[in-house]
């Protein structure tokens, strides 16, 4: 569950640069206006900035692309920022410095350039930004993803490394995800080998543990998944005025600040529901077990010397929601297309499923550690497809040499986790689906190996890694236990991306399920 996001996330530089105009001719007719007509005050500006600019010590600043007046790079990004990212780097170096309109910002793309972001100077660089989406949805930022780095981040983070992500803890709701996987697998047999949307499947069965492990139930019906999937559009979403400021007014202009205040709203009035649904529950005998649960208790009794305000409690739950379902889901969707498309990795995996299996109803959590190239296919899954490529964004509290270059405080950084797991001084066939590579090698994505950081590394690292991947495991492992799967007749697999929050399959995964055990 990366509370890396994504975790864009993303939140980051939202992974895709979208405004959101609802008369985009006249709006966009208005922005060309005052961009033309700021032109006179920004070549004042250079001019200013040059002729004084002189007196200042010479700083010796990372390799930068070209970039325009008012706008910087931002043109330079588009729909695609992970892989752009990745091709002006192969120019400009494994560290660049670009500007997001008035932004400096900084993009790793290197494992020697992450490893001294996050482990050597993980200290300068454990702030984040504040930025305008996350800040409206999240109650100011009170969640540990998007909260800046201080006294009240690390108590949050804490309270979820202790109370609500620990192994212990992880390991109590294993029969939540045993339930949801039985569900899903009896859905696909009742089928009877017509076709199945497997993606459809995947979102709900990722929606249903988090909802039942945080919630103490499921909230079926389109209108929650509608709430969820309009909040992680939002939280994805490019703002013009955290990076222009002269230009603060789109962001209004456009209905992106209204959409955002409304479904901050919906989501409040729906946490509100839960929170007094679980309080009112607590007087008939019902025991602490889920997460909105263990919270209430310790903002209650206090168990922390930390007062849990009840705004941090809905927000830390957002988290969970935005970390452990879309990113999640994605992963699973991905390892899915891709054995899929090397069906001697998917019978390799089958064999080995089966052989573990032994006949059963199903794989049950006890038998995944005798799951070698299982795990090794979510690593090379991984490794390919990381859920949030572009890792949530960093900013530096002060200034800092880094690998030779001055790197000045408030400068904002970009880790392209994407490519350093694409690098191919680091892997061998880079972009080829051989997940043979991590049998015998001890590369791992916790956080300790910089080569692979879907979840990031450090102290902004991602608490809930552990939860993801049981998950992860348990699914895949039961899926191709349970069935051989077969594309529809006729249909080709499409491995376009769709950006958002994360980078998943832009097309569903529609196949035929033939039941083998």
């Known amino acids: 569950m990366t509370i890396a996001y994504t975790t864009i996330h993303l939140t980051k530089i939202p992974t895709c640069l979208k405004i959101y105009f609802e008369d985009s001719a006249n709006e966009m007719s208005l922005i060309f206006f005052v961009l033309i007509s ?10 200013f900035k040059t002729i004084f600019s002189t007196s200042k010590p010479h700083k010796n600043l990372p390799p930068s692309p070209r970039r325009l007046p008012l706008i910087g790079n931002l043109h330079q990004l588009g729909s695609n920022p992970h892989r752009t990212l990745q091709a002006m780097a192969q120019t400009y170096g494994p560290l660049m410095l670009i500007r997001l309109g008035t932004v400096p910002v900084l993009v790793a793309s290197s494992v020697d350039a992450a490893r001294e972001i996050m482990k050597t100077h993980d200290l300068i660089f454990s702030n984040r930004p504040k930025l305008n989406i996350p ?6 930022s009170k969640d540990i993803a998007f909260s800046q780095y201080g006294e009240y981040w690390r108590q949050v983070k804490s309270i979820a490394v202790l109370h609500l992500l620990s192994n212990k803890r992880v390991q109590s709701y294993r029969q939540v995800r045993e339930d949801e996987v039985s569900l899903m697998i009896e859905s696909i047999r009742e089928a009877h080998e017509s076709v199945v949307n497997l993606s459809e499947l995947l979102i709900s069965l990722t929606n249903n543990v988090v909802c039942r492990v945080a919630l103490g139930r499921t909230y079926d019906g389109k209108k929650f998944k509608g709430l969820l999937d309009r909040f992680l559009e939002l939280l994805g979403s490019f703002t013009v005025g955290s990076y222009i400021p002269w230009l603060t007014w789109v962001d209004r202009l456009s209905g992106l600040e209204r959409r955002a205040d409304e479904v901050a709203k919906e989501f409040d009035e729906f946490l509100e529901g839960v929170i007094e649904e679980r309080l009112n529950k607590k007087g008939v005998g019902v025991v602490t077990q889920y997460l909105v649960d263990i919270l209430l208790e310790i903002q209650k009794d206090n168990t922390t010397g930390f007062h849990l305000e009840r705004d941090a409690i809905k927000a830390i739950i957002m ?3 935005s970390a452990g379902t879309d990113t999640t889901f994605t992963n699973l969707e991905w390892a899915i297309c891709e054995l899929l498309r090397h069906p001697q990795t998917m019978k390799r995996l089958q064999q080995e499923a089966r052989e573990v299996g ?4 199903m794989i049950t959590e006890d038998s995944l550690d005798n799951m070698p190239y299982l795990k090794a296919v979510l690593k090379e899954t991984l490794r390919l497809h990381a859920p949030v490529p572009l890792l949530i ?11 030779g270059y001055d790197i000045t405080a408030g400068t904002q950084v970009i880790i392209n986790a994407w490519a350093i797991s694409r690098d191919g001084s680091t892997w061998e066939e880079p972009d080829k689906f051989m997940p043979e590579r991590f049998l015998d090698n001890p590369i791992d ?8 950081i879907p979840f990031g590394a450090g102290r902004r690292g991602c608490p809930g890694i552990q939860f993801a991947m049981v998950v992860n ?12 799967f077969t594309l529809t007749a006729g249909e080709d697999l499409d491995i376009s991306e769709s950006i958002g929050l994360t980078v998943h399959k832009k097309c569903p995964i529609l196949v035929v399920a033939t039941p083998r055990c």
């Open 393 to 403: 964004l960093r900013e530096s509290t002060q200034d800092v040499k880094l690998l």
């Open 38 to 47: 700021s032109l006179p005050l920004v070549i004042f500006l250079i001019l």
């Open 135 to 140: 800040g409206r949805l999240c109650y100011g």
């Open 445 to 452: 994505y916790k956080g300790l190996h910089f080569e692979l």
């Open 319 to 321: 988290d969970v929601f």
């Open 358 to 361: 032994q006949g059963r109803s």
């Open 473 to 484: 495991e348990l699914v895949l492992a039961n899926l191709v236990y349970k069935f051989d």
